[in-house]
């Protein structure tokens, strides 16, 4: 039956709600699908799909935000949505972006550009000095709780709405803007001042009169830079120029892809060619690029000279480029792209205002506090039976009754949110952590899906040789001073010895095959082989250190060749970890060109071999191949490594390599197998022959190349299996169990390959031993996707690898689909992402998921995704510090995310809930009592308690014991890191919920009644100190509960308690106007008829200021006493709420159970 259920693809017309589409690169088109299609089954949950349209927006989730909007849509939260579009649109119009183009670009001379480009500079600012104040307000003001309380702060200039003073509405909203405009501006100057140091750097331009010192945002395209070694390159660049006679040089750029690796790059050979570097302004030249684009992977434009007949063109490609941000050697190279339109610029999302799910759930209780509030003061006005200006009444009872949102909420949150930054900072068990974001720690606590790199995030990218396997024999790293007295006995006993031993004279055993059985090799000319083939097969350079500081021609001669003065490059750290090795058991790669390579013996002497052909490594073949020749003996060896799935149908027949290949990549380590093949002069001649041909193909010419090269892939001699290991972070594999255990599916986003990407998924055990990997075969059409997700979707419990270009396709049709899909996996490994993608996945997730999630990068290419995360985690690694600073949170280890989730997560989740809840019950119980006050007095719209009562209450009385619920915690740090399944109850949201909310709301109104009601019955002959008697018992009755509520004692706490208990006591002798009952002015709202003779006697009609009856203190004498009174009147508001306290942790025991 759910085979039966038809598929739903998104069509061309559909209109997507993602908000990411319209970035996405339009690829693929729709134009060559079949329509049957539509009619393959594919059933994505146990309900399937039950819709006959097309469109996306029928899908069930989706359909969700297609519910019709009226005015109750409009009253409850529309208002705010039409609000920000109307905004978000009006910025789109002012700040419509200018259309990318083409252009030419002349060598040396920016003045002849037609156009005008962007400027170099970097700028990370949200504001500037004009739209600072209007920006911070517009952020403040658009959450209802800070609009709110600008309404009735305003509303005290109304005379006939005046309720009590204006600095008791004005100067908390005062304190809370003050203090975000600080910590906003302080949060600016640090930007700014970051970005002025990058834009200060210095670099090197040639002109015609020579070099010149210009500052980076001052470079303007068209200008010559020289970039020096380990200096990043400011702008996007075509390599013109470098000290090496080959033109060629190596360029990292971890900060784009996120790979530590060095790539190849080649310099224009028209330039390359010149004598001197002033030679670059004595011909005309330009360079025509294309538009700028995202993807950093290609690139499309011509060289041209034109001061020569015929002129000189030359095509350009991503070989050529030189992207922003990467680090090379000593280059020249010619500015094609600034500023915003560089490629690290366009793959960089722009960094938005995160706001913690706690605040948006404190914002909608607010709005429903706001709906109780209207609900009760049309009920007062009701029952004063709509007599006299009762809507002035009613406005006045919305304000009297103001307090039951508390403008306090917003500030002892603040407060708490820098409190717990401040505890992060300080732990000393995760040293070095910075909070970057002090508005959202309870985020910490609330993730259910962590998104992180790899390549310095989870690992060290530092690849160590581990193993080597021969067949028979396997060698480990304490075995390696066996290979290495093999190689120097081989090597000691001359030439003869390895002809005879192996290698042969390869000339004679071609031309008389051997007819008997074939001799097996000794273990000596075996190892000498397998080392000799590693340290021939490679793509590896090695390069050494210049000592002048002068002109770039005159580097190479004053370079030193010795050992210690070498480094490696290569486009593959595992390249380099393999020729480290053989340096290390005695055959060293000392030189390497084009054309040429040359190995040291242990013994000191020089092999020469002269290059034939390289067959690179792809993602598609992969595996990598390499013919050379060695001069001494004239001999032709065609070698090969690469992966054991593409190798074992190329080498002979064997009976061990699947069962190692397997033993090793369970063990963590990459695997490579390495084989060669002797060629004839002949054979090899007439290979290169067919090879020229195939490459001059204007038809097909990639698969007559591979055809080409396939034909020499037969029978090659398997010589050794290799085995790499890529150095994990400190106690990443823990860290991972924990955060698995804890609930939280994690995703690893890389750009590196496949193969290197499930690799690593497997040693760190971000899939465990027991489950199965499922990798996503490439798909580059609808109909592929259709197949690939049938196929996916009948696994069950198993890791998803699949890589960027499929999962876009995917995306593109199959959206709602996939992601259902891939979210109920246990682990997913994306690779071959760029930086959008990264950001893309993430928004993906929120969409589609409503959970909250964590991104965690150290490289420029995750600033993306860790600013499109609703928490973002940077670490201080090997490739800068631009995702530390452009995180909410810095570490500088992988291993702290456990305790920062785990400890201060839930700390944080858990005090601030408790802390937002406390400070509503204290606004809700004092409402409860003016509204019972108002009641008994014929319902009065006049304030029980007012000016300095009402902020103290909210302040000095309460504020202190209330606040150091912050200090509090429910377990302690050992428990919480030993049993992570207790942060699985933090993702649910039970701690702050409506649940939660309502039993704090009838125990407000519960003890809100017994208070106010409690003191006019109990002390009815003291009734003229009614304000007294109910304020002394309210301030008790919230220091009381505080003490209840604390689970974890802290001296502060105690201090808190004793210290406002003080300043209550002590402003009684001072304060005594404040407690009179004359404080309340009646005016126009109680006159002589309101008096019943069954109700208690009206009050004399009195001015504001004048007192009545003893003072505050003599009253507080009179409790002293009636302390049996007194006592059961607290006693009586605190039954109710020590029982909601034990049934919390009833019911707390059974949900850990």
């Known amino acids: 039956m759910a085979d039966s259920i038809p598929l739903n693809p998104v069509r061309k017309s559909s209109r997507r709600t993602a908000k990411y589409s319209s970035a996405r690169l339009s690829r693929f088109s729709l134009e060559d699908e079949p329509s049957n299609l539509d009619e393959m089954p594919l059933m994505m949950s146990e309900e399937g799909f039950e819709n006959d349209e097309s469109d996306y927006q029928t899908l069930p989730r989706a359909r969700r935000g297609q519910q019709r909007r009226g005015l109750g849509w409009f009253l409850l939260g529309g208002w705010e949505v039409f609000c ?91 304190f809370v803007l003050a203090v975000t405009m600080v910590r906003e501006a302080v949060d600016e100057v640090r930007r700014y001042q970051r970005d002025k140091e990058m834009n200060s750097q210095l670099y090197s331009k040639l002109t015609v009169r020579g070099k010149v010192q210009v500052k980076s945002s001052d470079i303007q395209v068209g200008d010559l830079i020289i970039v020096e070694k380990n200096q990043r390159i400011p702008a996007d660049m075509i390599f013109l120029r470098t000290s090496e006679k080959t033109g060629a ?57 034109e001061d020569v007949e015929p002129q000189i063109h030359e095509s350009l490609s991503i070989d050529n480029t030189l992207w922003a941000s990467g680090v090379v050697a000593s280059v020249i190279g010619v500015v094609i792209y ?28 607010t709005k429903a506090l706001f709906l109780a509030q209207l609900v009760l003061s049309v009920v007062m006005v009701a029952l004063q039976g709509f007599v006299g200006p009762w809507f002035r009444n009613l406005f006045r009872f919305v304000v009297l009754f103001s307090y039951i949102i508390p403008i306090s909420l917003r500030v002892n949150l603040d407060m708490g949110k820098s409190a717990y930054g401040w505890m992060i900072t300080r732990d000393e068990n995760i040293p070095g952590t910075v909070v970057r974001t002090s508005t959202i720690p309870e985020e910490l606590g609330r993730l259910v899906y962590l998104l992180t ?100 021609e005159s580097a ?32 060293t790669l000392v030189n390497r060109d084009l054309t040429s390579l040359q190995l040291r013996t242990p013994s000191g002497q020089i092999l020469s071999f002269l290059i034939l052909q390289v067959f690179p490594f792809t993602s598609e073949s992969k595996r990598m191949g390499i013919i050379v020749r060695e001069e001494a003996t004239g001999e032709i060896t065609f070698y090969m490594k690469g992966a054991d799935v593409a190798m074992a149908t190329i080498v002979q027949y064997n009976d061990w390599l699947e069962e190692e290949c397997g033993n090793m990549a369970r063990e963590g380590l990459r695997t490579l197998v390495v084989a060669k093949k002797c060629l004839s002069e002949e054979q090899y001649q007439d290979f290169e022959s067919r090879y020229s041909q195939a490459k001059l193909s204007l038809l097909d010419r990639a698969l007559k190349v591979a055809a080409v090269v396939e034909s020499l892939e037969r029978e090659m001699e398997l010589l050794c299996l290799t085995g790499v290991e890529d150095q994990l972070q400190a106690d990443v594999r823990p860290t991972l169990e924990l955060l698995r255990n804890a609930g939280i599916k994690i995703w690893m986003l890389t750009g590196d390959k496949m193969e290197t990407a499930t690799c690593i998924a497997k040693s760190s055990h971000l899939v465990s031993r027991t489950q199965d990997i ?100 940077g670490i201080e690694g090997k490739e800068g510090k631009q995702a530390s600073l452009a995180a909410d949170f810095s570490v500088s280890q992988f291993r702290h995310i456990g305790r920062l989730l785990m400890v201060h997560g839930r700390n944080s989740y858990k005090r601030s809930a408790a802390l937002g809840q406390f400070v509503m019950h204290r606004g809700m119980i004092i409402s409860t009592m003016q509204a019972v006050f108002s009641s008994v007095f014929f319902f009065a719209s006049v304030p029980l308690y007012q000016g300095f009562l009402m902020v103290g209450y909210a302040t000095i009385y309460t504020m202190f014991p209330v606040f150091s619920l912050v200090l509090d915690q429910d377990v302690k740090p050992e428990t919480a890191l030993l049993y992570p399944e207790l942060y699985k109850d933090l993702t649910k949201g039970r701690s702050l919920s409506f649940k939660t909310f309502l039993i704090w709301v009838l125990i407000s109104i519960y003890q809100g009644g017994i208070l106010m009601y409690g003191a006019l019955v109990l002390f009815e002959s003291e009734f003229v100190h009614v304000v007294a008697i109910s304020f002394t018992a309210l301030v008790l009755t919230e220091l009381l509960m505080v003490a209840l509520t604390v689970r974890t004692w802290h001296w502060l706490m105690v201090l808190a308690e004793f210290f406002s208990l003080g300043c209550y006591l002590a402003s ?63 006693f009586f508001t605190d039954v109710f709420y020590l029982t909601c306290l034990r049934l919390r942790s009833v019911e707390g025991l059974e949900n850990f159970e």
């Not at 960089?348 to 205002?353: D, E, L, M, P, V």
């Not at 050992?563 to 393999?578: C, F, H, K």
Request: net charge positive; glycine share 6%; with cysteine.
């Open 84 to 174: 920000t579009s109307c905004c978000d649109c009006l910025a789109h119009v002012c700040r419509r972006k200018k259309e990318m183009k083409a252009r030419t670009v002349w060598l040396g001379r920016p003045e002849k550009c037609e156009e005008k480009f962007p400027k170099n500079g970097i700028k990370n600012q949200k504001y500037n000095v004009l739209t600072f104040v209007p920006g911070v307000l517009y952020q403040q003001f658009k959450f209802f709780l800070n609009l709110y309380f600008l309404v009735v702060a305003c509303s005290q200039f109304v005379p006939a709405l005046k309720i009590g003073y204006l600095y008791t509405y004005w100067a908390p909203l005062g």
């Open 249 to 305: 040089c190596f360029i990292r750029t971890e900060q784009l892809d996120g790979e530590t690796d060095w790539k190849l790059k080649v310099a224009v050979s028209c330039t390359q060619r010149l004598a001197a570097v002033g030679d670059l302004f004595s011909f005309s030249a330009f360079v025509y690029a294309q538009k700028p684009q995202l993807d950093i992977h290609t690139f499309e434009g011509n060289f041209t000279r």
């Open 338 to 365: 600034t500023g915003k339109e560089t490629r690290s610029v366009l793959n960089t999302s722009h960094a938005k205002n995160k706001v913690g799910l706690l605040d948006l759930e404190l914002n909608r209780l």
């Open 453 to 552: 790199d790899k390549t310095g995030t989870l690992t060290q990218n530092e690849m160590v040789f581990k193993r080597l396997h021969l067949g028979t024999v396997a060698y480990g790293n304490d075995t390696m001073d066996e290979i290495q007295s093999h190689i120097v006995q081989s090597y000691a006993q001359g030439p003869a010895h390895l002809a005879g031993g192996g290698t042969g004279n390869a000339a004679m055993a071609r031309s008389n095959p051997p007819q008997g059985p074939k001799v097996r090799k000794s273990a000596s000319s075996r190892i000498h082989e397998a080392v000799k083939a590693v340290a021939l097969c490679h793509n590896v350079t090695p390069v050494y250190e210049s000592h002048a500081a002068g002109e770039t």
């Open 556 to 587: 190479e001669a004053d370079q030193d060749f010795s050992d210690d003065n070498r480094t490696y490059q290569a486009s593959s750290p595992d390249e380099v970890a393999l020729v480290r090795w053989t340096e290390s058991v005695g055959l």
């Open 774 to 873: 499922h990798v996503f075969k490439p798909v580059c059409s609808r109909g592929e996707a259709h197949l690939e997700l049938n196929a996916f979707r009948r696994k069950h419990d198993c890791a998803l690898v699949v890589s960027g270009d499929s999962l876009e396709v995917c995306l593109r049709y199959y959206e709602h689909e996939f992601v259902e899909l891939a979210c109920q996996c246990p682990a997913v490994v994306c690779c071959r992402c760029s930086p959008t993608q990264k950001a893309q996945i993430v928004q993906l997730l929120q969409q589609h998921t409503a959970n909250r999630t964590c991104a965690i990068g150290d490289g420029g290419n995750d600033v993306s995704m860790i600013q499109a995360a609703d928490c973002g985690i």
């Open 1068 to 1130: 009684l002798a001072f304060l005594n106007e404040y407690f009179g009952i004359g404080r309340v002015s009646f005016g126009a709202f109680l006159v002589t008829p309101s008096c019943h003779p069954e109700r208690r006697p009206c009050w004399p009609k009195r001015e504001r200021g004048t007192a009545l009856g003893p003072s505050a203190f003599s009253s507080f004498k009179y409790f002293l006493k009636a302390p049996v009174w007194f006592s059961k009147l607290i």
